[in-house]
């Protein structure tokens, strides 16, 4: 569980070491064996040439640096240019294209370029171990691994400059397409970028996306439909749609001859507002089940979805769901953005968002919101379970055990879970707000509490963090003192991840006074355990060794073996610290058998490393190979890769004086590992290496 292991690796007891190091910026090439990423989106169809623009964005890839911002108003066809631009030129970039969506103009706030770049490395395989969010590390990182790779980058929907700068790679084989409503003039005096503006489409191109659209041919009342619509592509999509037959049009026609509203719909500065009138014709022409739909999707917090969250939202199966989002989106009232994940456009979310306010009363609304947030929970549960099955998981109330019509993913293995939250992270991060806003406390710290492992294993610290705080705020306003020390416990740790370490230790006193308060003995020694963690790291060991102990009495009370066994293990740690291996080893031998009852691999691979370590200290080199050794082995048995380049490095260095074989074979094995993670230590490893004769 995460309150045993707070501020160190994902399941990795009594770390916590490097939590304010970063990254190396030393070049990284790309590792070998996965495939070059290819993040573009589904390429729009019926797309109608923009010759001109196509020609200026051809000629910036191939100006040295690489740089272009299309710009232009909503609806104008930013995102649709540049992803079907950068499928037709996918070929010259074969080391991979990325794609990320900035929401510079979205309900959700900008996405931050932290979030970018860990999407990013995340996509080129590279660790994350060292970064910790900084976002000068992660952007060096980003660099180090374009060098002299030809990659294609799409930032669609920026806000600003500062969004796109750390994205730039420092390679001129590299290219990059911005689309932002703002010309981002900053970008062409500072960074030298090409500028490609966006017009409404040519009234003859306009005239032929709807005829593909709609099937109807030209006429005179086509073409003054166009005009009428201002030859934005989303509108001539939507009135193409309605357009099945002659009277059709003419009606159109007609809707649009209203001065007070055609000035207003499709004539205003105002872009937010010019297509109310136009989205309102395919919304009326829905049946019943099919504007519900439309109206409660409004809800979803996140910027897309999936068939599963869209049926929680509606209250039915997923394949009801996934019927209604392709009928809407046939409807060109949603986007398939990839394989089953759909999103409004900006201007159909805001509409639909009127609507849902103005059709369906609170309670539905509310309930629509809480069905979503119990299915997220659910799969979050499940996750949990999946990442950490020893922890101590969120307790699923009766409203929650039900599930009702909630049809949820399978995330039975590491694999699945992770990329189920890889893939609705930003959701879950705006449904959890989502939850705080409405009040719907109990959703607002079990979700976040749920998901601690996650971020754990993905280095998410930011989400962490600002979900944790979420957590505790949402505990205390539901008078939860059980749920407000868990938050403590899991804010401690995310502070205490990025070294604020002060502040975590804030957060466990608080943890710990609540609990001595309530008498609740279980979270009284797990607040010891992570106070004493936190105060170890600041160096203040005897402190830190009172606290673990009286730790463990609790955890000894309690007959929780996989607890004591990690407590034991801390306490060898302060004892190392302090230059008294003999006591280590004593407290040490005495987790060991524990942490083998209760099938801890990580925790039993942890205490045997460090016998091997007090073994060294106390000269029994025989029994601190032999340790080292079990060390290694359960490790590679349980894929901890960081532990196990540690423990060879260990075993190398100790060898040496024996057997310079296998000294040289487990350092070899050590510094591989250790360059694919960018752990500093490689350096010291190729000095044992070099030392061999």
């Known amino acids: ?292 739909a439309f109206r409660l999707l409004a809800l979803h917090a996140g910027p897309d979805f999936s068939p599963e969250s869209a049926a929680a939202l509606l209250g039915v199966r997923t394949g009801a769901a996934l019927r209604l989002l392709r009928a809407l989106k046939s409807d060109n009232l949603l986007e398939e953005v990839s394989d089953r994940r759909f999103r409004f456009h900006d201007l159909v979310r805001d509409y639909a968002q009127e609507r849902v306010l103005a059709e369906e009363p609170e309670a539905v609304r509310d309930a629509a919101i809480r069905r979503e947030l119990r299915f997220y929970l659910h799969c979050c549960d499940s996750i949990d379970r999946v990442l950490a099955p020893q922890r101590q998981h969120v307790p699923l109330d009766e409203e929650d055990e039900e599930g009702g019509p909630l049809s949820r993913p399978v995330l039975g293995d590491h694999t699945s879970a992770l990329a189920w939250c890889d893939a609705e992270i930003v959701s879950l991060a705006a449904a959890v707000d989502q939850a705080a806003q409405r009040r719907m406390h109990d959703m607002a710290w079990k979700i976040p509490i749920a998901l601690i492992y996650y971020f754990v294993v993905r280095h998410h610290h930011t989400y962490r963090h600002d979900l944790s705080a979420i957590a505790l705020r949402a505990a205390r306003l539901s008078h939860n003192t059980w749920a407000e020390i868990w938050a403590e416990i899991c804010l401690g740790g995310a502070t205490g991840e990025v070294g604020k370490h002060a502040e975590a230790a804030a957060h466990f006193t608080n943890a710990l006074n609540l609990s001595t308060r309530t008498g609740d003995l279980k979270w009284e020694s797990i607040a010891r355990y992570n106070l004493a963690w936190t105060l170890r790291v600041a160096g203040r060991y005897e402190e830190a060794y009172i606290q673990q102990k009286q ?49 801890d691999l990580l925790t039993e691979a942890a205490v045997l490393h460090q016998m091997g370590e007090a073994g060294t200290r106390l000269e029994d080199r025989t029994s601190a190979l032999d340790w080292y050794g079990q060390a290694v082995a359960i490790r590679r048995r349980a894929d901890d890769r960081p532990g196990l380049a540690e423990s060879l490095m260990a075993l190398g260095r100790l060898r040496i004086e024996s057997n310079l074989d296998v000294a040289r074979e487990a350092l070899t094995e050590a510094l591989k590992i250790m360059e694919l993670l960018k752990d500093p230590r490689a350096e010291e490893v190729r000095d044992l290496l070099n030392s061999i004769p």
């Not at 001129?172 to 900053?186: A, F, I, K, N, Q």
């Not at 073996?561 to 291996?581: C, G, W």
């Open 1 to 292: 569980m995460e309150e045993h292991s707070t501020p160190s690796g994902a399941g990795q007891p009594g770390g916590g070491a490097g939590a304010s190091g970063a990254a190396s910026d030393a070049p990284a090439p790309l590792p070998s064996g996965p495939a070059a990423p290819r993040q573009l989106p589904r390429a729009a169809t019926h797309f109608t040439d923009r010759t001109v623009e196509i020609t200026r964005l051809d000629a910036a890839a191939h100006a040295n640096n690489g740089l272009t911002v299309v710009s232009g108003q909503a609806g104008v066809g930013k995102s649709a240019l540049a992803v079907w631009w950068a499928h037709r030129m996918k070929d010259r970039f074969p080391d991979g294209q990325l794609y990320t969506d900035l929401r510079g103009y979205h309900t959700l706030p900008p996405q931050r370029p932290e979030e970018a770049l860990h999407s990013f490395l995340l996509a080129l395989n590279s660790p994350m171990d060292n970064l910790l969010g900084h976002l000068d590390a992660m952007s060096a990182r980003f660099r180090s691994l374009l060098h002299g790779k030809r990659v294609l980058i799409v930032a669609d929907n920026a806000r600003n400059a500062e969004q796109i700068v750390p994205l730039l790679p420092g390679t001129p084989e590299c290219c990059v397409v911005v689309t932002s409503r703002s010309d981002l003039s900053s970008l062409a005096a500072t960074h030298g970028a090409s500028r490609v503006p966006l017009r409404p489409l040519p009234q003859r191109d306009a005239v032929e996306l709807f005829s593909r659209v709609s099937g109807q041919s030209e006429t005179q009342q086509v073409a003054t439909l166009i005009r009428q619509c201002g030859r934005l592509p989303l509108t001539v999509r939507i009135v193409a749609q309605r357009s099945q037959a002659p009277d059709d049009i003419a009606d159109l026609i007609e809707d649009l001859t209203d001065p007070r509203e055609r000035l207003a719909a499709l004539n205003s500065a105002d872009e937010e507002t010019g297509m109310r009138l136009v989205l309102s014709w395919s919304y009326n022409g829905l049946t019943p089940e099919k504007a519900h």
């Open 551 to 599: 730790a463990l009495e609790r955890h000894t009370d309690e007959a929780n073996q996989r607890s004591q066994a990690i407590s034991l293990n801390e306490l060898a740690t302060i004892s190392l610290v302090l230059d008294r291996p003999q006591r280590a080893l004593d407290h040490l031998l005495a987790a060991l058998p524990l942490c083998r009852e209760a099938e």
